[in-house]
């Protein structure tokens, strides 16, 4: 089972029709991608009891994402505004004040240990925002210090947001070290390292201890640098792009999947990670840029089922 921890939050998203309120938020989009392909998931959120928070329950417990460790929260739930341009794009504006996501303590976390857990996956904003972003930091270091589970960050930086540069790069530099597993985007490390090469933060984080380092640059593909400091470099797959909303969750969710398919994910997991091989990591890459590509196909943060990606692998 793979524990996701972080943000169920609605995506109202304008276009020139007028607006929806979908489901969204990083993680449990990210959740929802690993259930469809078809690996065993928990979501670890603060879900509301007002409508929005109802209509989040609903999402996802029709797709297969385990709510046993989620916290019914008495604040309101989360809104971004998701306006979308002529290609497709989105762009966020945030409600969040006093919202349910940001509020975790210490006590509402579960404790790991003895669980049948291989995996920890979180970011987005629900590792930049407080106060509940160090009770989840506090989770991660005690995940990473008992070295029973991977831990995997993905960065998803919300700069209109968390505006402070020199901030957001001290609290990246602390809580990559509690993770096994980084994830970013180019327009992350574009933003939190203007004068620095992808290549360069890349090789920082894996002198800091992180096993495997993995960069998205949208439709250019994407780079891994592995364990053994290899470089792997994969090809966006091409496809017709409807909209790219949830389009980083659901790679972040292909490459767990892919990850759990080779048994990588676990105890011990810097070594779990190592014994990847170059071709392993080929796959996996594809597989995530597969995830990706389908999801970018269709409106909204829609992610496919295994059975749509192993029939466009077997394609491809």
Excluded at 80 to 87: E, I, P, Y
């Amino acid at each position: 089972m793979i524990v996701v921890a972080g943000e169920a939050l609605i995506d109202l998203v304008v276009t020139a029709e007028g607006q929806r309120p979908v489901p969204g938020g990083s993680p449990a989009n990210v959740a929802v991608t690993l259930a469809r392909l078809d690996q065993p998931v928990r979501l670890l959120a603060r879900l509301a009891s007002d409508e929005y928070g109802r209509q989040l329950v609903e999402h996802l417990s029709a797709n297969r994402v385990d709510l046993e460790w989620a916290v019914r929260a008495e604040e309101p739930t989360s809104v971004a505004v998701a306006t979308l341009n002529a290609a497709g794009q989105a762009s966020y504006e945030f409600r969040l004040a006093g919202a349910a996501d940001w509020q975790w303590t210490p006590q509402e976390l579960p404790e790991l240990a003895g669980s049948p857990a291989i995996a920890l996956h979180t970011g987005s904003l629900a590792l930049a925002l407080a106060p509940g972003a160090e009770a989840l930091e506090g989770l991660l270091a005690r995940e990473r210090q008992r070295d029973g589970l991977t831990v995997s960050i993905d960065l998803n930086l919300r700069p209109s947001i968390v505006t402070d540069r020199a901030a957001e790069q001290e609290r990246v530099r602390r809580q990559i070290r509690l993770a096994h597993l980084v994830k970013a985007s180019d327009e992350d490390l574009a933003w939190l390292y203007p004068d620095r090469s992808v290549a360069d933060v890349m090789t920082e984080w894996r002198t800091a201890g992180v096993s495997c380092a993995v960069v998205t640059r949208g439709g250019d593909g994407a780079w891994l640098l592995a364990p053994d400091g290899s470089l792997h470099e994969e090809p966006a797959v091409r496809t017709t792009v409807v909209d790219t909303v949830g389009a980083g969750d659901s790679f972040t969710g292909g490459l767990l999947a892919a990850l759990a398919g080779l048994d990588a994910l676990g105890d011990r997991p810097a070594d779990r990670l190592a014994a990847v091989t170059p071709l392993q990591w080929a796959e996996v890459l594809r597989q995530a840029a597969t995830v990706a590509a389908l999801t970018c196909a269709r409106r909204g943060a829609n992610p496919p089922t295994r059975a749509e990606v192993e029939a466009l692998l077997k394609t491809a």
